[in-house]
């Protein structure tokens, strides 16, 4: 339900080519960096490992600057909503990249506190498994993102990205109508999409 | 050393203490638990260094209060620790320690938010480490470790399952 | 050729490459790229970015005072009058007559100043 939904018959014109090649070669990230994985993925934009060569130099932390959000670390409940803004507040096109396993599914934090998967909330593209993952494996994850990209088209329909605006908007409804926090709504809704047997609240 | 001072100056308000492999620990009584700790101020005891509590809820049904509210203190001067424990039970509330010990507004914000103690005098006594509406306390025994509801859906699906249940 | 290339060829090139330059740059951001680019503005997008958190103020305009704008424009006269004067002093002893103009010119800012001055555009503090 989550996934990136491509239509079977998705041809790719040369435009699309070219303009895919300029996408998936500027890559600049937004390091949402909030543990360990961050540590790897500074070895990883340092000179050995070396993500500049990738055109994905340029850290920009802010959403409006970037296009493609790393999330490297574990993401808490109470940080939930802030992520869902944030990737919200992205300009198009933009990716995600879910960086090591707390991210991908909670890691070894199968606890109240922690978000069991950042897919939960946002869609994703990547997963880079790993606690942490090696500076490689992230730079493989991203070069997977690249070649997801290459196969993309702009007259295809990022279906993902239109739902996920529908649940923040439900979301911000939530909150009002119930006077409840960002987190508590986010746990609302993620408590309906478990009883219908679905894991994400998008 | 600190607690030859305590038995001198303020005799009978230890009722257990223990120490082991050089780590010193009492137990007081909450009725003498202010004046305990202004002693400890007083001997250079001027670093609150943690509070924290424990939920025995075996204890709750033996009708002796539920918590141990924790403090850790280090005097600067000797470089001595001092553990000190309170037993309280289930809504009883602590004096706070905020006047003396600035650090204590935070520590006792934790304690409140994961326990459910309330700290009596206070200036901003609200959740620090979850969020505002967030339902429970969850360091107590009685609270699921994964929080209990969707947080970690038991028994749901992988996000990319498209809703099946395999 | 029967004259040598003008010295001014090169800035007609200079000119011709700008202009050039620029209006491609205008086509391709204005023609081209609105049919590259994905469009979907939402409310949630447009919103200003305050690192994820609700915004913490209604506006984050504060209050700014109108002195520094009036500081600024009082500055613009004056500096103006004050590049008019130095042509005028450089050639001042080929033309001893125009310092009748001169002098009206500065009357009449003189005046504007006297009026600002009553007016207590200059006091800094209210």
Same mark, same amino acid.
């Given at each position: 339900?989550?996934?990136?939904?491509?239509?079977?018959?998705?041809?790719?014109?040369?435009?699309?080519?070219?303009?895919?090649?300029?996408?998936?070669?500027?890559?600049?990230?937004?390091?949402?960096?909030?543990?360990?994985?961050?540590?790897?993925?500074?070895?990883?934009?340092?000179?050995?490992?070396?993500?500049?060569?990738?055109?994905?130099?340029?850290?920009?932390?802010?959403?409006?600057?970037?296009?493609?959000?790393?999330?490297?670390?574990?993401?808490?409940?109470?940080?939930?909503?802030?992520?869902?803004?944030?990737?919200?507040?992205?300009?198009?096109?933009?990716?995600?990249?879910?960086?090591?396993?707390?991210?991908?599914?909670?890691?070894?934090?199968?606890?109240?506190?922690?978000?069991?998967?950042?897919?939960?909330?946002?869609?994703?593209?990547?997963?880079?498994?790993?606690?942490?993952?090696?500076?490689?494996?992230?730079?493989?994850?991203?070069?997977?993102?690249?070649?997801?990209?290459?196969?993309?088209?702009?007259?295809?329909?990022?279906?993902?990205?239109?739902?996920?605006?529908?649940?923040?908007?439900?979301?911000?409804?939530?909150?009002?109508?119930?006077?409840?926090?960002?987190?508590?709504?986010?746990?609302?809704?993620?408590?309906?999409?478990?009883?219908?047997?679905?894991?994400?609240?998008? | 050393?600190?607690?030859?001072?305590?038995?001198?100056?303020?005799?009978?308000?230890?009722?257990?203490?223990?120490?082991?492999?050089?780590?010193?620990?009492?137990?007081?009584?909450?009725?003498?638990?202010?004046?305990?700790?202004?002693?400890?101020?007083?001997?250079?005891?001027?670093?609150?260094?943690?509070?924290?509590?424990?939920?025995?809820?075996?204890?709750?049904?033996?009708?002796?209060?539920?918590?141990?509210?924790?403090?850790?203190?280090?005097?600067?001067?000797?470089?001595?620790?001092?553990?000190?424990?309170?037993?309280?039970?289930?809504?009883?509330?602590?004096?706070?320690?905020?006047?003396?010990?600035?650090?204590?507004?935070?520590?006792?914000?934790?304690?409140?938010?994961?326990?459910?103690?309330?700290?009596?005098?206070?200036?901003?006594?609200?959740?620090?480490?979850?969020?505002?509406?967030?339902?429970?306390?969850?360091?107590?025994?009685?609270?699921?470790?994964?929080?209990?509801?969707?947080?970690?859906?038991?028994?749901?699906?992988?996000?990319?399952?498209?809703?099946?249940?395999? | 050729?029967?004259?040598?290339?003008?010295?001014?060829?090169?800035?007609?090139?200079?000119?011709?490459?700008?202009?050039?330059?620029?209006?491609?740059?205008?086509?391709?951001?204005?023609?081209?790229?609105?049919?590259?680019?994905?469009?979907?503005?939402?409310?949630?997008?447009?919103?200003?970015?305050?690192?994820?958190? @609700?915004? *913490?103020?209604?506006? =984050?305009?504060?209050?700014?005072?109108?002195?520094?704008?009036?500081? /600024? &424009? !009082?500055?613009?006269?004056?500096?103006?009058?004050? @590049?008019? *004067?130095?042509?005028? =002093?450089?050639?001042?002893?080929?033309?001893?007559?125009?310092?009748? /103009? &001169? !002098?009206?010119?500065?009357?009449?800012?003189?005046?504007?100043?006297?009026?600002?001055?009553?007016?207590?555009?200059?006091?800094?503090?209210?």
């Amino acid at each position: 339900m989550a996934e990136l939904d491509i239509n079977d018959a998705v041809v790719t014109t040369r435009l699309d080519a070219v303009v895919n090649w300029g996408r998936k070669n500027s890559l600049w990230p937004l390091p949402f960096g909030t543990a360990c994985c961050a540590i790897e993925f500074m070895s990883m934009a340092a000179s050995k490992y070396d993500l500049a060569r990738f055109g994905a130099e340029a850290m920009r932390f802010s959403p409006r600057q970037s296009d493609m959000m790393l999330i490297l670390g574990t993401i808490t409940n109470k940080m939930a909503p802030v992520l869902r803004t944030i990737y919200a507040q992205m300009a198009e096109p933009k990716w995600v990249v879910s960086v090591g396993v707390c991210a991908s599914s909670g890691g070894i934090y199968r606890t109240y506190a922690t978000l069991q998967g950042v897919d939960r909330v946002i869609p994703v593209d990547v997963y880079v498994p790993g606690c942490p993952p090696r500076p490689e494996s992230i730079l493989y994850g991203i070069m997977k993102l690249q070649e997801k990209i290459e196969k993309e088209s702009m007259s295809m329909r990022k279906d993902h990205i239109a739902r996920f605006y529908e649940s923040l908007a439900r979301q911000e409804t939530i909150q009002a109508e119930q006077g409840l926090t960002g987190q508590q709504a986010i746990r609302t809704m993620l408590t309906g999409a478990a009883e219908r047997g679905v894991g994400t609240i998008f | 050393m600190i607690i030859e001072h305590i038995d001198a100056q303020l005799p009978g308000t230890i009722t257990d203490r223990h120490a082991f492999r050089g780590d010193q620990t009492i137990v007081v009584a909450k009725a003498t638990f202010l004046a305990v700790v202004e002693l400890l101020h007083r001997e250079g005891f001027q670093l609150l260094v943690d509070i924290t509590a424990v939920d025995w809820p075996e204890r709750a049904e033996q009708g002796i209060g539920r918590f141990d509210v924790v403090y850790h203190w280090l005097n600067l001067a000797n470089q001595e620790r001092l553990r000190l424990k309170v037993t309280v039970a289930d809504g009883e509330t602590m004096p706070t320690l905020t006047g003396t010990f600035k650090t204590a507004n935070w520590f006792e914000r934790e304690v409140f938010d994961l326990f459910g103690i309330r700290f009596e005098g206070h200036p901003d006594m609200r959740r620090l480490v979850t969020w505002d509406d967030f339902p429970g306390h969850p360091l107590r025994k009685d609270f699921p470790l994964d929080g209990g509801d969707a947080f970690c859906m038991e028994g749901c699906t992988a996000p990319y399952n498209h809703g099946s249940r395999e | 050729m029967a004259h040598p290339a003008s010295p001014f060829l090169s800035v007609l090139i200079l000119l011709l490459v700008a202009a050039v330059t620029a209006i491609a740059i205008l086509v391709l951001s204005g023609w081209v790229l609105p049919l590259l680019k994905p469009n979907n503005p939402q409310t949630a997008k447009l919103r200003p970015y305050e690192c994820g958190v @609700a915004p *913490l103020q209604v506006g =984050a305009r504060h209050k700014y005072s109108v002195k520094f704008y009036l500081t /600024a &424009m !009082l500055f613009i006269l004056f500096d103006v009058e004050a @590049a008019f *004067l130095l042509p005028w =002093a450089v050639n001042y002893r080929h033309a001893l007559w125009t310092f009748g /103009a &001169m !002098l009206s010119f500065m009357a009449t800012l003189l005046v504007g100043f006297i009026y600002a001055w009553g007016k207590g555009a200059f006091e800094w503090e209210r």
